[in-house]
């Protein structure tokens, strides 16, 4: 099982209004690591793993609407292609049967470190 959220799920935002989206990304994170102790309980075969980007080119900035400042810090920050998330999704799914990924944090080779990531 695959989870998709952010990077920002493991981190508190410095953007205005970005602890907010932090906090329901965070959520996820949470619930990933509920279902997964679950899972592991019930001696489940069904493994979960979480797989959180930073940024990525989409078209998700032409539908929202964010301030010029946002825009403009957006406009130069260094972003994934969505290809380089497909890949380790593929990754993931040809990993052997034994190994338990835990977190897949995927980032702009060059981007600034976020916290300790």
Same mark, same amino acid.
């Given at each position: 099982?695959?989870?998709? $959220? =952010? %990077?920002?799920? &493991? +981190? @508190?935002?410095? /953007?205005?209004? #970005?602890?907010? $989206? =932090? %906090?329901?990304? &965070? +959520? @996820?994170?949470? /619930?990933?690591? #509920?279902?997964?102790?679950?899972?592991?309980?019930?001696?489940?075969?069904?493994?979960?793993?979480?797989?959180?980007?930073?940024?990525?080119?989409?078209?998700?900035?032409?539908?929202?609407?964010?301030?010029?400042?946002?825009?403009?810090?957006?406009?130069?920050?260094?972003?994934?292609?969505?290809?380089?998330?497909?890949?380790?999704?593929?990754?993931?799914?040809?990993?052997?049967?034994?190994?338990?990924?835990?977190?897949?944090?995927?980032?702009?080779?060059?981007?600034?470190?976020?916290?300790?990531?």
């Amino acid at each position: 099982m695959f989870l998709y $959220y =952010s %990077i920002l799920g &493991h +981190s @508190v935002s410095d /953007l205005s209004l #970005g602890n907010i $989206y =932090s %906090i329901t990304k &965070h +959520s @996820v994170t949470a /619930l990933t690591e #509920g279902l997964r102790k679950e899972l592991t309980q019930l001696k489940s075969k069904i493994k979960i793993t979480s797989i959180s980007p930073g940024a990525v080119k989409t078209e998700i900035a032409d539908k929202i609407q964010i301030s010029k400042e946002m825009f403009e810090m957006m406009k130069n920050l260094p972003m994934l292609e969505p290809k380089d998330v497909r890949f380790s999704h593929l990754y993931l799914v040809n990993a052997s049967p034994y190994a338990g990924i835990l977190l897949t944090l995927i980032v702009f080779r060059f981007a600034l470190r976020i916290n300790n990531y």
